[in-house]
T-cell receptor
């Protein structure tokens, strides 16, 4: 079972920031928050991940609450090409027997960027 | 540019046929994964491999087998295809340890008639 809860869909105006929320209230201390997205007819694409500090890269920013029970992915200036399904995933950072890096994808949030 | 390639984008097979889906990565990754994606069910892990000739069952291995004879290639085999195996199949790879990002291929849309 996915350990995260996301809204099924969101709209965002082109050029504006897109803020995608994710709840992960049962996250464990050794679990990271990962974000992937999937553009129609393509394989998923890694965006960003973090443990407890906020993270930023060339694609997005990840804000994790202090209690780590929720997070927000921020696309600072959304474009039409950012229209995709966004997946929030929690998983351990180090593998253990029977848990070698598998990603559990839930239903995700369908982000529609509108002109 | 790093790449995961899959042998076909679209495939149509008949019930009972043996089906091979091939995945090749050029990143020298140790881990490779096979997922299927169905509407309303998200991605589900079928099998994964963390080394040549090593494999582990994922969440839905029934009706599938895999082969990893070379580091760069991971094959998914449907021994006797059935209509409920109609799906999008996605291959991914990652560095050893599994905590690095997974790189996905473009997917193979398989239809079993």
């Amino acid at each position: 079972d996915a350990k995260t809860t996301q809204p099924p869909s969101m709209d965002c105006a082109e050029g504006r920031a897109a803020n995608l929320p994710c709840n992960h209230s049962t996250i464990s201390g050794n679990e990271y928050v990962y974000w992937y997205r999937q553009i129609h007819s393509q394989g998923p694409q890694y965006i960003i991940h973090g443990l407890k500090n906020n993270e930023t890269n060339e694609m997005a920013s990840l804000i994790i609450t202090e209690d780590r029970k929720s997070s927000t992915l921020i696309l600072p200036h959304a474009t039409l090409r950012d229209t995709a399904v966004y997946y929030c995933i929690v998983r351990v950072a180090r593998p253990s027997p029977g848990n070698t890096g598998k990603l559990i994808f839930g239903q995700g949030t369908t982000l529609q960027v509108k002109p | 540019d790093v790449k995961v390639t899959q042998s076909s984008r679209y495939l149509v097979k008949r019930t009972g046929e043996k089906v091979f889906l091939e995945c090749v990565q050029d990143m020298d990754h140790e881990n490779m994964f096979w997922y299927r994606q169905d509407p309303g069910l998200g991605l589900r892990l079928i099998y994964f491999s963390y080394d040549v000739k090593m494999k582990e069952k994922g969440d839905i291995p029934e009706g599938y087998s895999v082969s990893r004879e070379k580091k760069e290639r991971f094959s998914l085999i449907l021994e006797s295809a059935s209509t409920n195996q109609t799906s999008m199949y996605l291959c991914a790879s990652s560095l050893a340890g599994g905590w690095d990002e997974q790189f996905f291929g473009p997917g193979t849309r398989l239809t079993v008639l």
